[in-house]
């Protein structure tokens, strides 16, 4: 969602704050802005747009200083306007926020403040937080952003200057993530590791309700009684390379190409092709709660719940235990069955997502054992889960997730295999799937190959209104996948739908100028889809046909095809997914779209 970045040593903080703002662009990208501690005066530039408008107006109007904060939005409160963008500024001019989150009873506390004589700019809850802190000001910054956020209720990560003490940056965390990075004389404040990642690789998590305070000087934590904090200092696996586009126009297409690096990365040293089964480190399980499990709790937003969608056959299918997939924000407000036998598997890219962790929250208050699915290391749900299977991706930027779900499918593969060789998976399958997930990452490399081939259908549908994606059995869950890649970053209308399904109303819609991708390999239900291939034909639909062999019972009935490996069934929607994630990518930029920043939609969805 937004980002946020602080800088305090000795060096110009400008451009340290929009290089910071750079990275962080991807998360929030309608306006951004500064607050620099300019020889002891507080001095903010904003403006609505991408970076690319601030640095205009700091072109125009230039500030200089070695301590300051940047932000870059997705508006929640107000219109991403210049005057809704952060920082926010209190009443009397001495305090600056930036923030990310929400302040939910910021109404109540606007109307207290207007009473006290405060007048508001902006429509934003982070404003009336700037002036909280003033009104709590009674000689010590961090004491005061203490005594402001125990009158908050909702989520925050904030950073916060003030020209009353002009060496000093406080941060503080609920709900929103931020950490501090330590180097040599010089000291950050960020929301993700990216910000500062051309600066240092050695950071310090701040956790749930945690206040850091920054000085040129050093660094201090403490929770939100005052007490002392102490945290050891982690170094970052990545570096900058991962987080740059490496000669690819966008991250979303180097992400597609990363795959078969990133799916090997996930299976590195987890697989046992000989007994047939997976090694998986961080469950946290011993083998008596592994036998107990009797029920299974998937939960997820997005693409990550796709990926939960296939975990559920996979689970139910090798381990014969019955699972449930739940979206995340649904689950966590109705009345679920769970019991101190149930694993709740938490899927999420980002780690942060939070109907997700209030999701995780929820099972785990009510007894569940939590399994985290996670890709970014020391994230909020990595950090609170019972146990976890790191994805080992490495960044994901581009908005439209496609290497982590990749990353997604694998892991719940190792994870049903786990489960499945204890109980009753006969080590013969067991091998089967183990040798088709070693064998993966190079068949993703063939369909990479193939790219040009994809670029030239997207070519012919590039004008198209509506697609749908039909698939069935382990190909469904692919199929709203596809659908949803496609609409996020060419605003093209997609939906996804069980093959058979159509009869059931969206055949309405099938007519010459409805294009049909139907993923069909050769799988147990390969004969089902053929009929629902007809249907579409016999009404003059466009077909768009994934196949994996030749199959005489298809000719003429296919205006594109795209061939992909064959695997066991389980694993093909990792395949059926690779074309999909290509074809989105192409027919967006064809259409002009920008792929990595699509309109409206944030990576890491922080609020609920
Ligand atoms: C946002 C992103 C999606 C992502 C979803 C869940 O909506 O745009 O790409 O699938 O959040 O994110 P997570 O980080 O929890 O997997």
Known sequence: MCGIVGYIGPKNVVPILIGGLKR???????????????????????????????????????????????????????????????????????????????????????????????????????????????????????????????????????????????????????????????????????????????????????????????????????????????????????????IERGGYDHFMLKEIFEQPTTVANTLRGRLRLEEGTSKLGGLNLSHEQLMEIDQVIITACGTSWHSGLIGELMIEDMARIPVEVEYASEFRYRNPIVTDRTLCIVISQSGETADTLAAMREAKRRGARTLGLVNV?????????????????????????????????????????????????????????????????????????????????AAAYQDATNFLYLGRGYNFPAALEGALKLKEISYIHAEGYPAAEMKHGPIALIDEKMPVVFLAPHDAVFDKIVSNIQEVRARGGRTIVITSRDEPVLAGLMDHEIRIPETVDLLSPVLASIPLQLLAYYIAVKRGANVDQPRNLAKSVTVE
């Not at 976890?388 to 960044?395: E, Q």
């Open 24 to 242: 962080l662009e991807y998360r929030g990208y309608d306006s951004a802005g500064v607050a620099v501690l300019d020889r002891g005066e507080l001095r903010t530039r904003r403006a609505a747009g991408k970076i690319a408008m601030l640095e205009a107006a700091l072109g125009a109007d230039p500030v200089v200083g070695h301590i300051g904060i940047g932000h870059t939005r997705w508006a929640t409160h107000g219109p991403p306007t210049d005057r809704n963008a952060h920082p926010h500024l209190s009443t009397d001019g001495t305090i600056a926020v930036v923030h990310n989150g929400i302040i939910e009873n910021y109404g109540t506390l606007k109307t207290q403040l207007a009473a006290k004589g405060h007048r508001f700019s902006s429509d934003t809850d982070t404003e009336v937080l700037a002036c909280l802190i003033q009104e709590c000001y009674e000689g010590s910054l961090e004491d005061a952003v203490v005594a402001a956020l125990r009158l908050v209720e909702g989520t925050y990560g904030i950073a916060v200057v003030s020209s009353r003490e002009p060496q000093k940056i406080v941060g503080a965390r609920q709900g929103s993530p931020l950490l501090v990075g330590v180097s040599d004389g010089q000291y950050f404040l960020a929301s993700d590791a990216s910000a500062i990642l051309a600066h240092t690789r050695d950071v310090v998590y701040l956790s749930e309700g945690e206040i850091a305070v920054l000085t040129s000087g050093g660094y201090r934590l403490m929770d939100i009684d005052a007490a002392p904090v102490r945290r050891s200092v982690e170094t970052i696996a990545w570096d900058l390379e991962a």
């Open 377 to 457: 290391v020391g994230s909020t749900i990595a950090r609170e889960d019972d146990g976890g299977i790191y994805l080992h991706a490495g960044p994901e930027i581009g908005v439209a997730s496609t290497k982590a779900f990749s990353s997604q499918v694998v892991a719940l593969t190792l994870l049903a295999l786990k489960l499945g060789r204890k109980r009753n998976l006969s080590v013969a399958r067991g091998r089967e799937i183990a040798q088709a997930l070693d064998a993966l990452p190079a068949q993703i490399q063939t369909i990479l190959d193939a790219a040009p081939a994809i670029e030239a259908i």
